[in-house]
Structure formats: C-alpha cells, structure tokens
Antibody
Framework: EVQLLESGGGLIQPGGSLRLSCAASGFTFSSYALNWVRQAPGKGLEWVSSISASGGNTYYADSVKGRFTISRDNSKNTLYLQMNSLRAEDTAVYFC??????????????WGQGTMVTVSS | DIVMTQSPATLSVSPGERVTLSCRASQSVSSELAWYQQKPGQSPRLLIYGASTRATGIPARFSGSGSGTEFTLTISSLQSEDFAVYFCQHYNNWPPYTFGPGTKLEIK
C-alpha cells in the first residue's frame, strides 16, 4: 500500500524553527516528485513547495520563499520541510503529497494524514 | 498566478439528489484540473484528474467536465459518505498549484 506519514509538527514560538518529515512507503520513492501542502484551521488548501525526484529542482510559494526549505533523502525514503522564521500565519496542518506521475505539472494522487504546526507565543 | 474560484460555497442537499459543483479559473488551464474530496479530520482524496478522468477506485457516480476556464463536478446520486468539502486545483502554468476555496456539501 502506498503511504505517506508526516511527523515533526508541534507548538513553536514566532521566529522559531521546525523540521517536518514525511516517510514514504509502497512506491519507488526516488522516481517521484513530491509536495508540501498546508491547510490553516477551517481554511482551504495552499500549495507550499515541490521538489523533483532527484532533489535538484525545488519550487516555493511566495508566502514561504526564503524561510522554508524542501529537501529529500532518497536513501531513507523521506521528504523534509525545514521551516525557519515561523509566523502566526504559518499555523496549519501540513500535508505531504505525491505527484501522480514522474514529473511536475500533474495532480496529487496520494496524501499523508498531515501534521499540525502551531505558531504562537 | 491563476486564481481558482468555486461556487457555491455551501450546498445543502438530500441523499439521492444530483448535484453539480462549479470551478472557474482566472485564465485557461486547458484540462489540467483536478478535484479532491476532503472529509473532516482527513486528508484530501483525489477524485478526478485531467478534468474528467476518475481516479482509481472512485465510484462512477462522480463525473467531471469542462476545459479552459469552466469546470464542473457532478455527483449523480448523493450517498451519505459524499457529504464533504470538494476542492478544485489546477496544475497548468505552475508554480503555484492553486486550489479553489472549496464547496461544502451539507445534508439538508
């Protein structure tokens, strides 16, 4: 079964840092580009970042550019999101999501269950 | 950036009814559009991709149509498990991959 399992969320003060992880199983991790998508409480979905299968290409939403870094370790089948300079508006459930195909520019066919990040003093 | 809008924001319907949800893009996205279903406390589930192709395991009562800037998701006969929030998303001219604000289906 294809699965994505996020971890690393929690309560963090404004200005702090947090690293999220997403452990993958059931598919050839190193063949697929991946994403982070977030959802603020009671709100809609916001794409955050994407990374290519090799990790050589990354993309970010303007709202997180310069503060968040996406990365992956294909030897560990794990996706990461390093979040620095956190703000209250970063409070959300963070989902990792897999592209359906082997490239960018397709839909997201598998989603993790999400991990909650709360930025508050 | 492409802006996605959805209507209505909320729809109150009875089980067994046929419903149509709308999604509009601020510029053409060709057929590069997906629909997702999200139930409370769960992650989104892919329903439709390519504007009209059902994802694996999705019942035939779900259908998608449209291209360019206007899209619809139709549920032919609502089942109790279909009451959820539905989001559309484009994957044309990325990044970003923007989502619509969602349509919530409520039980009447």
């Amino acid at each position: 079964e294809v699965q994505l399992l996020e971890s690393g969320g929690g309560l963090i003060q404004p200005g702090g840092s947090l690293r999220l992880s997403c452990a993958a199983s059931g598919f050839t991790f190193s063949s697929y580009a991946l994403n982070w998508v977030r959802q603020a409480p009671g709100k809609g979905l916001e794409w955050v970042s994407s990374i290519s299968a090799s990790g050589g290409n990354t993309y970010y939403a303007d709202s997180v550019k310069g503060r968040f870094t996406i990365s992956r370790d294909n030897s560990k089948n794990t996706l990461y999101l390093q979040m620095n300079s956190l703000r209250a508006e970063d409070t959300a459930v963070y989902f990792c999501a897999k592209f359906k195909g082997y490239k960018f520019g397709v839909d997201f066919d598998i989603w993790g269950q999400g991990t909650m990040v709360t930025v508050s003093s | 950036d492409i802006v996605m809008t959805q209507s209505p924001a909320t729809l109150s319907v009875s089980p067994g009814e046929r419903v149509t949800l709308s999604c509009r893009a601020s510029q053409s996205v060709s057929s590069e559009l997906a629909w997702y279903q999200q139930k409370p406390g769960q992650s989104p589930r892919l329903l439709i991709y390519g504007a009209s192709t059902r994802a694996t395991g999705i019942p035939a009562r779900f259908s998608g149509s449209g291209s360019g800037t206007e899209f619809t998701l139709t549920i032919s006969s609502l089942q109790s498990e279909d009451f959820a929030v539905y989001f559309c998303q484009h994957y044309n001219n990325w990044p970003p991959y923007t989502f619509g604000p969602g349509t919530k289906l409520e039980i009447k």
